[in-house]
């Protein structure tokens, strides 16, 4: 089932497995996406009244990302696995954040309230809104993430995978 809440914070959800959804980040995107998890994830926690001194956000705000992310805790456990799988990612290439505090924090807190974890039943619809069941929705998520990097390599803007290479679909224009 989809839900109707839109990210304004576009997460890239590329696939149902937040591994694949990294595999797809440009470097460049990891510390973007990075930013937006950790600020989904606290929050989060914040609505759902289990915000500590660790997780407790700079700036309280609400959006869809962070109602989606509330719902359900399957929901929450997906952005957390997503950012940690991120982390993991940024330091293959040897790079730190203090953002990765909160997000391995919340995924502490979050694996221990909510128990047994699952796929999420609903998934955001993407920014077009437009999305028939999951497989239409991961089409239209990757073709947003094929957009972007064709938006910055037309500015000239770095488009690169350390030590790792994107996956098929993302399809670079080689013309720009």
Same mark, same amino acid.
């Given at each position: ?6 990210? &304004?914070? *576009?997460?890239?959800?590329?696939? =149902?497995? @937040? /591994? ?7 470097? %460049? $995107? ?57 982390? &993991?990612? *940024?330091?293959?290439?040897?790079? =730190?954040? @203090? /953002? ?7 995924? %502490? $807190? ?67």
């Amino acid at each position: 089932m989809l839900s109707e809440d839109m990210f &304004e914070m *576009l997460v890239y959800i590329t696939s =149902v497995e @937040p /591994e694949e959804c990294v595999e797809a980040l440009s470097d %460049q $995107l990891l510390v973007e996406q990075l930013l937006i998890v950790a600020e989904v994830l606290q929050n989060a926690l914040l609505l759902k009244g289990c915000a500590g001194p660790l997780t407790t956000p700079t700036t309280p705000i609400i959006n869809s990302p962070i109602r989606w992310a509330v719902q359900d805790w399957a929901q929450f456990m997906w952005v957390a696995s997503y950012g940690v799988c991120i982390i &993991e990612a *940024l330091a293959d290439q040897g790079m =730190v954040f @203090p /953002e990765a505090g909160p997000v391995i924090i919340a995924g %502490q $807190l979050g694996y221990l309230l909510a128990g047994e974890t699952r796929y999420p039943a609903k998934w955001p619809l993407p920014v077009s809104g437009f999305a028939t069941g999951v497989a239409g929705l991961l089409s239209e998520y990757r073709s947003l993430l094929s957009e972007e990097y064709d938006q910055r390599t037309y500015c000239g803007r770095d488009v690169t995978w350390t030590d790792r290479e994107p996956p098929n679909w993302v399809g670079l224009d080689p013309t720009w």
